[in-house]
């Protein structure tokens, strides 16, 4: 197998190990006929009379799925915000347990075309509000969640109208901001984020299960978290406003709310009928992801999972860190120029701020790894995109071409340079399999894609520089390193592959 073949592999079986259906039955049990018992990773909450579901995020489907076999009868009627076109991918993918059966108490709601709020999902979200709204302290809510829950339940304070919360939060997103800073604005601008939902939901028991698709696994930002007390005030958002440069070009109804919102955010003790529990993330993915590369014949080390910055930062470090793997397989890991790649390394990691990376941890067992060994190299995250330009491309597509152009630069500059006596793969793709508005996952690159790409006429450099890495990737050599997968029904944010192996012994 060529090391593309095991790259999308990797990807492929990482994505199998978060599919919600297992990791939701693995979390949750009914128990007891007579007094049933809702079972949540060891926590009891007793099931008094009606028990209601509801759901909005891309990994959804398949964890409403799960969650009525298990509730059988008793759970009463369900309503649940999926995206636009999942059910069709999942039926065509032949992933008949993400979809509910013929009939489901359950209705579904399709909406968010490409991960936007729009009509269809204000339709759903208005229908859970009101299923919310009429619940009693008899009543149990469970609430599924999993990323892109944002955008499938707008609920806009008015007079904000959805066309301009969704025109604020896409001039945010192209100015870089990072999802904590989104959903900071989002929850300040929503009747149902930042706590909103369990508010309406109270007296009944709210518990929420959450699938994790943001960098540690913050409960208040996942989704921009409607079942949890929101830490955040408006003065947080308006200095998000003010850092992006939008706060004097706010539309009127947007001004209005914010200066009518309680600067204080609601207390924590209005929350003792909730309970929202994780049930999956990232770590899971990699964990399996390394299982399977060691499996193939790999050395694999995991870097982070909680990779983020700006992607062009970040394809600096992946490239600096392929070179430093070439020079350890050329038997060249204690050399000077391995020196100052691993300096280069942690200047970079400092700038980038990666919560929890102990890079000199990482470094020391990389070292041990030896020359004998094919290395693969695993991370995931999120990175951030500012975009310049108006092309097609989504935060994976454009990693990878950043690297293949860093790579390329490498071993151009250097005579002799370890990079060209090894054989390298980089992979970057989305677990939900969308990367922003585009068909793909993500993409395969490696340090010969800029010359290729030059005979057949395409520029890697103008490309990025448009932002445009999906129509790159789409006309480069047919196609043949896009990542396509169809929607995935998951959804742990992104992950990195770096495979390499020596071609030839020094
Ligand atoms: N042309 C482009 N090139 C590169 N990145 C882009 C481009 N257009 C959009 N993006 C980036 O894509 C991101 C949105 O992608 P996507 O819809 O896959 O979001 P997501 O973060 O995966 O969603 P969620 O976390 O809600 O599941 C934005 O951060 C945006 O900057
Ligand atoms: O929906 C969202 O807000 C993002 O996917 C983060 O969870």
Same mark, same amino acid.
């Given at each position: 197998m060529s090391?593309?073949e095991?790259?999308?592999?990797l990807f ?6 978060v599919r919600?259906a297992?990791?939701l !039955?693995?979390?949750? !049990?009914?128990q007891?006929d007579?007094c049933p018992q809702?079972?949540?990773k060891?926590?009891?909450?007793p ?5 209601y579901?509801?759901?909005?995020? !891309?990994a959804?489907l ?7 076999? @298990?509730?059988? %009868?008793?759970? @009463?009627r369900g309503i649940?915000?999926v995206?636009?076109?999942?059910q069709?991918?999942?039926?065509r993918a032949?992933?008949q347990e993400?979809?509910l059966?013929?009939?489901s108490k ?5 909406g968010a075309?490409?991960n936007?709020p729009?009509p269809e999902?204000?339709k759903?979200?208005v ?5 919310a $709204?009429g619940?009693?302290?008899d009543?149990l809510?469970?609430?599924l ?8 339940l ?6 904000i109208?959805l066309?301009e919360?969704e025109?604020?939060?896409?001039m945010l997103?192209s ?12 929850k300040?601008l ?6 909103g939902l369990?508010q309406?939901?109270y ?5 929420s299960l ?21 830490s955040?005030?408006v003065?947080? &958002?308006?200095? +998000? ?5 939008l706060?004097h ?6 001004e209005?709310v914010?200066?009518?919102?309680p600067?204080k955010p609601t207390?924590?003790?209005d ?8 049930i999956?993330s990232?770590t899971l993915?990699?964990?399996?992801? !390394?299982?399977?590369? #060691?499996d193939?014949?790999?050395a694999t080390?995991i ?7 700006e992607?062009g ?6 490239c600096?860190?392929?070179?430093l793997?070439c020079l350890?397989l050329a038997s060249l890991? $204690?050399?000077?120029?391995s020196?100052e790649?691993?300096?280069n ?10 919560p ?5 941890n990482f470094?020391?067992a990389?070292?041990?790894l030896?020359p $004998?060994?094919p290395? &693969?190299i695993l991370?995931?995250g #999120?990175t951030?995109v500012?975009?310049q330009g108006t092309g097609k491309g989504?935060?994976n597509q454009e990693?990878?071409?950043r690297?293949g152009?860093?790579?390329?630069r490498?071993?151009?500059?250097e ?6 006596r090894?054989e390298i793969?980089f992979l ?11 068909e793909a996952?993500g993409a395969?690159c490696?340090p010969?894609?800029?010359e ?6 395409l %520029?890697v ?5 448009n932002n %445009?890495s999906y129509?790159f990737?789409?006309q480069?050599q047919g196609g043949?390193h ?9 959804n742990?944010m992104d +992950?990195q592959?770096?495979l390499?192996?020596?071609? #030839?012994r020094?």
């Amino acid at each position: 197998m060529s090391l593309r073949e095991h790259a999308l592999s990797l990807f492929r079986s990482v994505v199998g190990t978060v599919r919600p259906a297992p990791m939701l !039955k693995r979390a949750v !049990k009914l128990q007891g006929d007579g007094c049933p018992q809702l079972l949540v990773k060891g926590q009891a909450f007793p099931v008094k009379r009606d028990l209601y579901l509801v759901g909005f995020g !891309k990994a959804v489907l398949g964890m409403a799925a799960a969650a009525e076999e @298990i509730l059988g %009868d008793h759970l @009463i009627r369900g309503i649940i915000n999926v995206p636009l076109g999942i059910q069709e991918s999942l039926q065509r993918a032949g992933m008949q347990e993400m979809l509910l059966k013929p009939h489901s108490k359950i209705q579904v709601i399709e909406g968010a075309k490409n991960n936007l709020p729009d009509p269809e999902a204000l339709k759903g979200a208005v229908a859970i509000q009101e299923l919310a $709204e009429g619940l009693t302290a008899d009543d149990l809510l469970l609430v599924l969640i999993s990323g892109g829950g944002s955008a499938l339940l707008p609920a806009p304070i008015p007079p904000i109208l959805l066309k301009e919360k969704e025109k604020l939060t896409k001039m945010l997103a192209s100015r870089g901001a990072a999802i904590q800073e989104l959903n900071i604005v989002r929850k300040t601008l929503s009747l149902l984020k930042g706590g909103g939902l369990a508010q309406l939901a109270y007296p009944a028991q709210v518990v929420s299960l959450i699938l994790s698709d943001v960098i540690g696994d913050p409960l208040d930002i996942i989704a921009s978290g409607p079942t949890v007390a929101s830490s955040h005030s408006v003065q947080d &958002c308006l200095q +998000i406003l003010t850092k992006y440069n939008l706060l004097h070009n706010l539309p009127k109804s947007v001004e209005t709310v914010l200066s009518s919102s309680p600067t204080k955010p609601t207390a924590p003790e209005d929350y003792s009928h909730v309970c929202n529990v994780i049930i999956g993330s990232n770590t899971l993915a990699l964990d399996e992801a !390394k299982r399977q590369a #060691e499996d193939l014949g790999y050395a694999t080390l995991i870097l982070s999972t909680a990779i983020c910055g700006e992607v062009g930062r970040v394809a600096t470090l992946y490239c600096q860190l392929v070179q430093l793997v070439c020079l350890g397989l050329a038997s060249l890991g $204690e050399g000077p120029r391995s020196e100052e790649v691993r300096g280069n390394l942690l200047q970079l990691v400092a700038e980038l701020e990666i919560p929890g990376l102990n890079l000199a941890n990482f470094l020391q067992a990389l070292q041990g790894l030896g020359p $004998e060994r094919p290395v &693969c190299i695993l991370a995931g995250g #999120e990175t951030t995109v500012q975009l310049q330009g108006t092309g097609k491309g989504g935060r994976n597509q454009e990693l990878a071409l950043r690297v293949g152009l860093g790579l390329h630069r490498a071993r151009a500059m250097e005579t002799g340079s370890p990079l060209g006596r090894c054989e390298i793969v980089f992979l970057s793709g989305g677990t939900d399999g969308q990367d922003g508005p585009t068909e793909a996952a993500g993409a395969f690159c490696s340090p010969e894609l800029v010359e290729a790409a030059l005979q057949e006429g395409l %520029d890697v450099e103008a490309f990025l520089s448009n932002n %445009d890495s999906y129509t790159f990737f789409s006309q480069f050599q047919g196609g043949h390193h896009l990542l396509v997968t169809g929607l995935t029904g998951t959804n742990v944010m992104d +992950i990195q592959a770096i495979l390499v192996r020596a071609t #030839e012994r020094s």
